[in-house]
Structures are given as C-alpha cells and as structure tokens.
C-alpha cells in the first residue's frame, strides 16, 4: 500500500502524460481541416484502439435556431468503454438516449467546439457516471469534433484528501502564535499561518506565490532572501534574529529558525519558523533602562547608598559611598569595612557600631533612624552623617540591610555657627538693654548734676562768700565733675553721647599718645607697637578713640602686676561672612584693626562673657565702667570690638573700624573759654526739670539777660503768642521733654519768627538732634551737665555770630 504522497506523485505524473498526448491529438486535430472523418479515424485507428485516454467523436445536434440540444456518438475507443462503463452499442446514438439526465453543460460546451472552431479543456463531474473526467474537445470540421478524456475520479479523491490534510494543517498551524511560512525555490509563498498573515497585514491569498519583495522594504527583503539561500544551499538550519517592518510600519524582531524541507518530488522548500520577541526586547530594553535609570538615581543621589549581608559584607554601593570609602563601588563589593580599613585603633569602634546597627535591623526586621553619628574617612577626616537603615531581602537573601546615609556635617557646622550667632545676638541684646538702662540713669543725673554744678558756681561768681564757704563750694563742684565723668562713660557705654567724628589714622593717634600711656604703667611691663604702614584711614571722635587706647592699656597693666609685655598693633584687614559667623556679629567688608594684647593672668569663659556690661569688675577698686566705654564707643563709631583670652596665657582686644577712603581731617586744638561778655538780649527758657530749668535762667539773668521761662512746648508756644517778631532773641530748649519734643518747639516757632537762634540743651543724643551720634548740620547744642559761664559763653557765641 502507497503512502498518500506516493499515490500523489503517480497521479501527477500520470496527468502530465495525458496532457502531452492531449495536445498532440489537437494539433492532430488542428491540421486534419482539410481532412475527411474517415480519412482521419484510418489513419489513427491504432492510436484509438490501444491509448488508455477514453476517445469519442460527436456530431453536434441542433434546433431550429442553430442552439445546440444534444449530440451523436459515431465512434468510441475500447478505453471509452472502459472508463465510461458504456458500449459500442451507443454508436449511433445521441446522448440524452444514452443518458436522459446527462448535465446541460456537457451539451453546451461541445456544442461550442464544433460550431466555433475552438478546443477546449475543462475537468467535469458526471453525475450518472458517478466519476471525473478531465476533457480535451477539439473540432473535426463542422458540426463534428473529437474529444479525448481521462477519468480523474481517484486523482481528485487524492486532491481532495491532500486539500484536507492542507486544510487541517493549516488550521493547526493558525493556532500556533509564532507566525509560519513555507517557500519554494523561487522564494515564494505556498504556505502560511494567521499568524504570519497578521503580521505582514496581507491575506493568504494575497501573499501565495508572491515574495518577500512584494510586501517588505527591499534592505530587509535582501536579508531574507540571502539567509534562505544558504540554507537551500548548506542544508543546515539558520537561527537569527531578524528585523521586519509589520503592516503598520512599526518594526519588530523575530527569532527565526530556517530549514530545509524537500518533497518526495524532489522540490526543495524554506520552512521559517519566528517568534516574536519585540516585547520581550522591548520590556529587556525597559530594564535596562529602569537599571540604568536607577543606577544613575542612586549614584547622583547626594548620599551613601549601601546593601550589606549579616556578615558585614557590602553587596551594593554607589559612588558616593565608594568616594567616601577613597575607592570604587566595584572594590568594594563583597568586602567588609574591617577589610578595608584593617583593625585601626581609630575606627574599630565606630565599625562595631555600624555593624550591630546593622544587626540589630536584620534580627529585629524593624528599620532603624540615626539622627547623628561621625564617621571617620581614610583621609582622618571625620563627618556627621544621619543614616537610615531597612531590612531587605535580596537575590533572595533574606538577612540583608539597606542602608542610607545623608552627610549632614555642614548642617552641624551651620547649626554651630547659629548657636553662636545667637549667643552673640543674646548678648548684643543684653548689652542694648542694660544700655537703654545706663543712659537713662545717666540722663537724670546729668539733670541734677547740670543743678548741683550750676547753683555752685553762682554761689562762687557772686562773691559773697567767706573763704571756708568757698572752698567748700569748689569742692562740690569738683565732686559733681567727677560724677559728671561717670555719667559720660555710662553715655558712652549706651551710645548716647555727642560725637565729633573726623577723618583719623590710627598710627598717629597711638603714636601721639604712646609717652603718656608710657606714664601710665609700671616700668616691669614693656611697651611695643607694631604699626603697619600705609593704614587706611577711619572716621571717629579722635578724643573718643583716645579714650578706647586708654582704657585698654590701663586694663592690661591691672592684668599684669608683676610686669609683661603690652603690644598695641595696627592693620588692614578684610573681615569676612566666614569670621563674623565665628566670633561677633557684623557687615563684611574693610577694617583697620587696633589690637592691645597683654601677657597677663588672661580671663575665664565666665569672665568673658560679662567684661563689657557696665559695673562689672573683677578690681577692687575698679567702677566697671573701662571696657563698658570703649565697647559703647566702638559700637557707636561703626565698629566691632572682639576679645580672646585663656587663663594663664594673655588677653588680646581687636577693635576693628571701618575704613573710609577720605583725607585725614585737620586735627583742632580746643579753645580755652574766657569770661563772655553780658548782655541785654531777651532769652525764652524751655525745660521741663523744673531745678535745671531754675538754674539756667538764674545764670543768664546773673549776666544780663533779660528771660523768659517756660516748662515745655505747649506753654512755651503761649508765652511767643504774647510778643511780636523780634522780641525774643534766643530759644534755649531741652531736646527730650513730654508734651513736645525742643526739635517740635522749634519747628513750630521757626515758622512765624523765622531766623529765630535756637540753642538745644541735652544730657545725651537722641535721633531729634543727632543722627548715629553726630550732630545734625546746622544745630547748636550744649551738652549737659553744663556751667553758668559755659552757658553764658555759648549764649553770646550764637547772638554774636547772629549779628555779624
């Protein structure tokens, strides 16, 4: 029994034989035009008796109209009969005789033949005979024609069954997901599957017996073609990745395996197999990129970032932890920190640590948060860093921790400078408000200092006293002139006195005044000065500053009572955010420096932060009031004044000024007052201490004045009401009083007696009159405590410069 491609193959071959002798009868046929029937049926009897092909000839019948309706058989061959089941008994006979039921296009298609000339082959199915025939019909002459037939019925039983198993192969095929081709030698379809046809966006039909060509671009096309070829030519199977454009232009990769398939015919085929693998490329290429990605993130991240086993070991680092570690993450991988930094003394402590927190983590499976803790790097540098660690499970690994760990050591470095930012702020505050207190208290003694000095010296000028009664007055005043001095340090402490700022240099005021201070130490302690050349010049009351060199080289001397060494230095200096930060509050910029360091018993941390509050004193004898000046002073010139001291080793106080770039001011030798002239002029008094106010208008009528007194705005107001233009000469008037400020007074007189004199009267600045402690341009003022001929003495400079 023949397998079905046997039976196949025979039944082609047998086909192609028939085909061979049907064209031969019909070109027969073709040249028998000129020949009779008998003629032709003599001279190929042979043939038709022994040819295994059924062979008939027919006359055609038709009607009336020429329709052909039936036809005549006039001669059948022994293999007609065989074939067809019919005898020689039909000869003679016409078909519907024969078969009553015979098929309408049986008569119709040879009926065309033998009136029209022209053969035709066609296969056909007889429904009486039950069998297939394939036909070639070919005209004799008119009305006449041959036709020469096989029976095909087992041929078509073994294309049908091939359809069939082509049917069902196709359909399992079509349930497989891969796409699948089959081509011949000619590169060209004769097998898909749905899957292939999706993926190509053409149909079966459309792509059988078409090429790659047809369908895909020609660079992809050549591909194809070339890897077929080598297996039509090797044999061997070929397994590629192959890149194709679908349907919808979008590229795909395929795995394709290729291989050869050859027929029992001989014929070679390609059958491709090729699984789609652009998801799988494409999720591969998204993983990719996501490690990537989070390669990137967790190596820019500005932390260390590290997984560790439960034996310390690191199975993940990125670059900023193996920055810190002085090395590369890939170094580091699977090491420990012990095997990195060896068993050094400096570190094993803090590598226990880290590695019972990690422990701790892995054992607990509860996170930890460690607010603060130091690490020390190779380089000995250490840092504060603030770690968080995670159990975590990896390459299924259960006993692992994550660790994160942000450097917060500028953050500590920011947080100590801003506790000592506010310490210095706290302590700035601190010296404001005993200030505001210090000059209060100075204003009221000035008050009664400006009375006690006054009445004295009215006692003294009107002569009526006895010599005991005078010395006992002078005395007086002299004790008030000393109480007057302390005020004056309590004013400069707070910054509420006047000052006379000019142009200055340093070096020369030190220089100027370096044999008095010579005098003013023992001769066990030396003196040195270390004066830089070409000092920057500042702006400052020169008799101020004087006063800070002073105060600053007694407290060194007091600190030195078994001699030393006192140095007062100068230079120019740039103060930066970075040193204010450090030590004292203050604006960046350029400053000249005064430094006066000691060798002496130096000053505690406790001492230092009270030195500059006014009364505080470590001296038996002292005030308190020293460096509470020269702190006022500096504080109220624009400058910063800073002290380092240690126990045993010294004291050194930095002033620094800020530098001004103007030409040193001319510096003016004080006049000595004299006895002033009288006068007769008309004097308003406004003052609202009832004693200062008595005083001042008793010492102007004492010279000749003729005056007017007033206790504050709103009666001195009333009082101008009453007199006309020009008869007031002079407005003397407290700065400060309740009701109405003497700036308020003046203004408001200034305004229908302009040209008026004002003389403002003051025992300490106040923003009226004063802007940062210099007086406003334009304004007189007469600073309390203040005598009768001090006043007399300023009273006629104004009426006098007023008239010239």
Same mark, same amino acid.
């Given at each position: 029994?023949k397998?079905?491609?046997g039976?196949k193959?025979?039944?082609i071959?047998?086909?192609?034989?028939?085909?061979l002798?049907?064209?031969?009868l019909e070109?027969e046929?073709?040249?028998g035009?000129?020949?009779t029937?008998?003629?032709?049926?003599e001279?190929h009897h042979?043939?038709?008796t022994?040819?295994?092909?059924?062979?008939a000839v027919? #006359?055609?019948?038709?009607? @009336?109209t020429g329709?052909?309706?039936?036809?005549?058989f006039?001669?059948?061959?022994?293999? !007609?009969?065989q074939?067809t089941? $019919?005898?020689?008994?039909?000869i003679?006979?016409?078909?519907?005789e024969?078969?009553?039921d015979?098929?309408?296009?049986?008569?119709?298609t040879?009926?065309?033949?033998?009136?029209?000339?022209?053969s035709?082959?066609f296969?056909?199915?007889s429904?009486?005979?039950?069998?297939?025939?394939?036909i070639?019909a !070919?005209?004799l002459?008119?009305?006449?024609?041959?036709?020469v037939?096989s029976?095909i019925?087992?041929?078509?039983k073994?294309?049908?069954?091939?359809?069939?198993?082509q049917?069902?192969?196709?359909s399992?095929?079509?349930?497989?997901?891969?796409p699948?081709?089959?081509?011949d030698?000619?590169?060209e379809?004769?097998?898909?599957?749905?899957?292939?046809?999706?993926?190509s966006?053409?149909?079966?039909?459309?792509l059988?017996?078409k090429s790659?060509?047809?369908?895909?671009?020609?660079?992809?096309?050549?591909?194809?073609?070339?890897k077929?070829?080598?297996?039509?030519?090797t044999g061997?199977?070929?397994?590629?990745e192959e890149?194709?454009t679908?349907?919808?232009g979008? =590229?795909?990769?395929?795995?394709?395996?290729?291989?050869?398939y050859?027929?029992?015919?001989?014929e /070679?085929?390609?059958?491709?197999i090729g699984?789609?693998?652009?998801?799988?490329k494409q999720?591969?290429?998204?993983?990719?990129?996501?490690?990537e990605?989070?390669?990137?993130v967790?190596?820019t991240?500005?932390?260390?970032?590290f997984?560790?086993d439960?034996q310390?070991?690191y199975?993940l680092?990125?670059k900023? *932890?193996?920055d810190?570690?002085?090395t590369?993450?890939?170094?580091?991988?699977?090491?420990?920190?012990?095997?990195?930094?060896g068993?050094?003394?400096d570190?094993?402590?803090e590598?226990?640590?880290?590695?019972?927190d990690?422990?701790k %983590?892995?054992?607990?499976g509860?996170?930890?948060?460690i607010?603060?803790?130091?690490?020390t790097?190779p380089?000995?540098?250490t840092?504060?860093?603030q770690?968080t660690?995670?159990?975590?499970?990896?390459?299924?690994n259960?006993?692992?921790?994550l660790?994160?760990?942000?450097n917060? =050591?500028?953050?500590?470095?920011a947080?100590?400078d801003?506790?000592?930012?506010e310490?210095?702020?706290?302590?700035?505050?601190?010296?404001?408000?005993v200030?505001?207190l210090?000059?209060g208290?100075?204003?009221?003694?000035?008050n009664?200092?400006t009375?006690?000095?006054g009445?004295?010296?009215?006692?003294?000028i009107?002569?009526?006293?006895?010599?005991d009664?005078?010395?006992?007055?002078t005395?007086i005043?002299?004790a008030?002139q000393?109480a007057?001095? $302390?005020?004056?340090?309590?004013?400069a402490f707070s910054?509420?006195?006047i000052?006379?700022?000019?142009v200055?240099?340093?070096?020369?005021?030190v220089t100027? +005044?370096?044999?008095?201070?010579?005098?003013?130490?023992?001769? /066990?302690?030396?003196?040195?000065?270390?004066?830089?050349s070409?000092?920057?010049?500042? *702006?400052?009351d020169?008799?101020?500053?004087d006063q800070?060199?002073m105060?600053l080289?007694v407290?060194a001397?007091?600190?030195m009572?078994?001699?030393?060494?006192l140095?007062?230095k100068?230079?120019? =200096?740039f103060?930066d955010?970075?040193y204010?930060?450090?030590?004292?509050?203050? #604006?960046?910029?350029?400053?000249?420096l005064?430094?006066v360091?000691?060798?002496?018993?130096?000053?505690?941390?406790? +001492?230092r932060?009270?030195i500059?509050?006014?009364?505080f004193t +470590?001296?038996?004898?002292?005030?308190?009031l020293g460096?509470?000046t020269v702190?006022?002073?500096?504080?109220?010139?624009?400058?910063y004044?800073w002290?380092?001291?240690?126990?045993?080793h010294?004291?050194?106080?930095k002033v620094y000024l800020?530098r001004?770039?103007?030409?040193?001011t001319?510096?003016?030798?004080d006049?000595i007052p004299?006895?002033?002239?009288r006068?007769?002029e008309?004097?308003?008094?406004?003052e609202?201490?009832d004693m200062? @106010?008595? *005083?001042?208008?008793?010492s102007?009528?004492?010279?000749?004045?003729?005056?007017?007194?007033?206790g504050?705005g709103? #009666?001195? $107001?009333?009082?101008?009401?009453?007199?006309?233009?020009?008869?007031?000469d002079? $407005?003397?008037?407290d700065v400060?009083?309740?009701? *109405?400020s003497?700036r308020e007074?003046?203004s408001?007189v200034? #305004?229908?007696v302009?040209?008026?004199?004002?003389?403002y009267i003051?025992?300490y600045?106040?923003e009226?009159?004063?802007?940062h402690g %210099?007086?406003?341009?334009g304004?007189?003022l007469?600073?309390?405590p203040?005598?009768?001929l001090?006043l007399?003495?300023r009273v006629?400079?104004?009426?006098?410069?007023?008239e010239q």
């Amino acid at each position: 029994m023949k397998d079905e491609n046997g039976t196949k193959a025979e039944l082609i071959a047998e086909v192609k034989d028939l085909r061979l002798r049907v064209r031969e009868l019909e070109r027969e046929g073709q040249k028998g035009s000129g020949y009779t029937f008998r003629e032709k049926d003599e001279k190929h009897h042979n043939l038709f008796t022994h040819m295994l092909d059924g062979y008939a000839v027919h #006359e055609i019948i038709c009607d @009336r109209t020429g329709r052909p309706v039936d036809y005549r058989f006039l001669d059948i061959n022994p293999a !007609f009969e065989q074939l067809t089941g $019919l005898t020689r008994d039909i000869i003679g006979k016409t078909v519907t005789e024969v078969i009553p039921d015979i098929e309408e296009p049986w008569i119709e298609t040879y009926g065309k033949v033998a009136l029209t000339g022209k053969s035709v082959r066609f296969e056909s199915y007889s429904g009486p005979l039950g069998k297939w025939f394939e036909i070639m019909a !070919f005209s004799l002459e008119k009305n006449y024609l041959a036709c020469v037939f096989s029976d095909i019925t087992e041929h078509r039983k073994a294309e049908e069954e091939v359809n069939m198993y082509q049917d069902y192969l196709i359909s399992v095929l079509n349930c497989v997901a891969d796409p699948i081709c089959v081509k011949d030698r000619q590169h060209e379809w004769v097998l898909v599957n749905n899957a292939f046809c999706e993926i190509s966006g053409q149909s079966r039909e459309a792509l059988i017996g078409k090429s790659d060509y047809e369908f895909f671009p020609k660079k992809e096309a050549d591909i194809f073609w070339e890897k077929d070829n080598r297996v039509f030519e090797t044999g061997k199977d070929n397994i590629s990745e192959e890149t194709i454009t679908d349907s919808k232009g979008e =590229t795909r990769s395929l795995i394709t395996k290729k291989t050869l398939y050859r027929n029992p015919a001989g014929e /070679d085929f390609i059958v491709a197999i090729g699984r789609d693998v652009t998801g799988q490329k494409q999720t591969e290429r998204a993983l990719r990129e996501s490690e990537e990605f989070m390669r990137q993130v967790i190596n820019t991240t500005p932390a260390c970032i590290f997984v560790k086993d439960y034996q310390g070991k690191y199975l993940l680092v990125n670059k900023m *932890m193996a920055d810190y570690h002085n090395t590369t993450p890939e170094e580091m991988i699977g090491k420990r920190e012990h095997d990195i930094y060896g068993n050094s003394e400096d570190q094993v402590g803090e590598l226990e640590k880290f590695l019972a927190d990690d422990r701790k %983590v892995i054992d607990s499976g509860q996170p930890i948060f460690i607010p603060e803790e130091t690490f020390t790097l190779p380089s000995g540098e250490t840092v504060w860093l603030q770690t968080t660690k995670i159990p975590l499970t990896l390459k299924g690994n259960p006993r692992c921790v994550l660790g994160i760990a942000f450097n917060i =050591t500028t953050r500590k470095e920011a947080e100590e400078d801003l506790r000592q930012s506010e310490e210095n702020l706290i302590q700035s505050q601190k010296m404001e408000a005993v200030g505001r207190l210090a000059g209060g208290i100075a204003h009221d003694f000035n008050n009664l200092l400006t009375a006690i000095i006054g009445y004295s010296e009215i006692l003294k000028i009107k002569e009526s006293l006895d010599v005991d009664a005078e010395d006992n007055v002078t005395e007086i005043i002299k004790a008030a002139q000393r109480a007057a001095e $302390l005020t004056q340090q309590l004013l400069a402490f707070s910054r509420k006195q006047i000052l006379r700022p000019k142009v200055i240099n340093l070096n020369k005021l030190v220089t100027d +005044t370096e044999s008095m201070l010579r005098r003013l130490i023992s001769e /066990d302690i030396d003196i040195v000065t270390k004066l830089v050349s070409g000092l920057w010049h500042v *702006m400052a009351d020169p008799g101020q500053i004087d006063q800070v060199i002073m105060n600053l080289v007694v407290n060194a001397r007091d600190a030195m009572p078994r001699g030393g060494k006192l140095t007062l230095k100068t230079e120019n =200096t740039f103060l930066d955010k970075s040193y204010f930060s450090e030590h004292i509050s203050g #604006e960046p910029g350029e400053y000249v420096l005064l430094a006066v360091s000691d060798t002496g018993r130096g000053m505690s941390p406790q +001492t230092r932060e009270h030195i500059f509050e006014p009364f505080f004193t +470590t001296k038996e004898k002292g005030t308190g009031l020293g460096l509470s000046t020269v702190y006022g002073i500096i504080k109220q010139s624009g400058g910063y004044i800073w002290v380092y001291s240690e126990e045993g080793h010294g004291t050194v106080f930095k002033v620094y000024l800020p530098r001004v770039k103007k030409s040193e001011t001319e510096l003016l030798e004080d006049g000595i007052p004299v006895a002033p002239e009288r006068g007769t002029e008309t004097i308003i008094v406004v003052e609202d201490a009832d004693m200062v @106010r008595r *005083m001042t208008c008793d010492s102007l009528r004492l010279f000749g004045y003729e005056v007017l007194e007033a206790g504050g705005g709103k #009666e001195a $107001l009333e009082i101008f009401d009453r007199y006309k233009e020009g008869e007031i000469d002079l $407005l003397i008037t407290d700065v400060v009083m309740p009701d *109405m400020s003497g700036r308020e007074l003046a203004s408001r007189v200034l #305004e229908y007696v302009p040209g008026l004199n004002v003389l403002y009267i003051s025992g300490y600045t106040d923003e009226t009159i004063v802007h940062h402690g %210099v007086l406003d341009k334009g304004v007189s003022l007469l600073q309390k405590p203040y005598s009768p001929l001090i006043l007399a003495q300023r009273v006629r400079e104004i009426l006098d410069s007023e008239e010239q």
